[in-house]
């Protein structure tokens, strides 16, 4: 058989397009691909959610892949354990509490699982503005990964969403794009996105999973940026608290248990 080149184009731009027409309204708009928006991601789809997720970078994972200063294992606790189980992870225990997983067996089996519950990855585009209306964010405005990074003069497409997730890491991206535009109150003691403290792993543990709920009507915090967002310290490369929070937040947005 023949193989065509114009034939290999026309089957990307159309199913790519096609993908993307079809995910310009979701329920859920997740911004970031890293563990605790990947275990979001699978949770909310899994369970009947039309989710996408939006990454700026060409690679999903985050701060997983690495696991501790490009050292690829990561740490997980006993409550997290089951999580990693579920996706068919191999645990190892370490000491009591303390179980090891490979960084990236742990990355491409969460992936693999939101892909496949139903949940589409748009990677290599940058989530820069939200879509707002009178007191609540309605959707995403989207860009992609090299017109932001080469500073082209390009104007943004957008995403219509029921929910938003910000799961952006330490950076809080979304949230500080609607604190410095759409004059929007956080859901912290003043109203105002508290700021990432230094390391204090058992705290910030706790805290993750604590500080993941709706933040202003309609945006949800998980993972790292739900830390940053209210005060809470880091807690370097044990990663239970990211998956409690990525099943957490899938919880709130669906209102029961999963
Ligand atoms: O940083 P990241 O892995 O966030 P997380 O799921 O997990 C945090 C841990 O990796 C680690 C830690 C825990 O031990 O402290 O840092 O909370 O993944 C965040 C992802 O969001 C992408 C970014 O490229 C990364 O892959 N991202 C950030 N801003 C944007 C974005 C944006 N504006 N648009 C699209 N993607």
Not at 52 to 77: C, D, P
Not at 141 to 156: K, N, R
Not at 229 to 241: K, L, S, T, V, Y
Request: net charge negative; with cysteine; proline share 2%.
């Amino acid at each position: 058989m023949e193989l065509n080149e114009i034939t290999i184009t026309r089957a990307i731009i159309e199913r790519y397009f096609n993908k993307l027409l079809d995910y310009a309204d979701v329920d859920t708009a997740i911004v970031g691909a890293g563990p605790a928006g990947l275990v979001a991601a699978y949770y909310l789809a899994k369970n009947g959610n039309k989710v996408a997720i939006f990454e700026r970078k060409l690679s999903i994972g985050g701060g997983m892949w690495g696991g501790g200063m490009m050292f690829n294992e990561i740490v997980v606790q006993d409550e997290a354990r089951d999580i990693l189980e579920q996706f068919g992870i191999t645990t190892t225990k370490y000491q009591e509490n303390y179980y090891t997983a490979d960084a990236v067996e742990s990355v491409t089996s969460i992936c693999s699982a939101a892909c496949r519950a139903g949940a589409k990855i748009f990677n290599c585009v940058s989530v820069e503005d939200v879509i707002i209306r009178e007191g609540s964010v309605n959707g995403l405005v989207i860009t992609w990964s090299p017109v932001e990074m080469a500073g082209l003069h390009v104007d943004p497409l957008t995403i219509g969403a029921k929910k938003v997730i910000d799961s952006t890491g330490h950076d809080m991206e979304v949230l500080h794009v609607i604190e410095r535009k759409a004059d929007m109150k956080m859901n912290t003691p003043d109203g105002k996105l508290q700021g990432e403290r230094s390391m204090w792993a058992e705290k910030a543990e706790k805290l993750t999973i604590e500080n993941t709920r709706e933040i202003c009507k309609n945006v949800y915090v998980a993972g790292m940026s739900a830390n940053a967002a209210f005060g809470g310290p880091r807690m370097g490369p044990i990663f239970g608290g990211m998956l409690l929070s990525g099943k957490k937040v899938a919880e709130s947005i669906l209102g029961k248990s999963v």
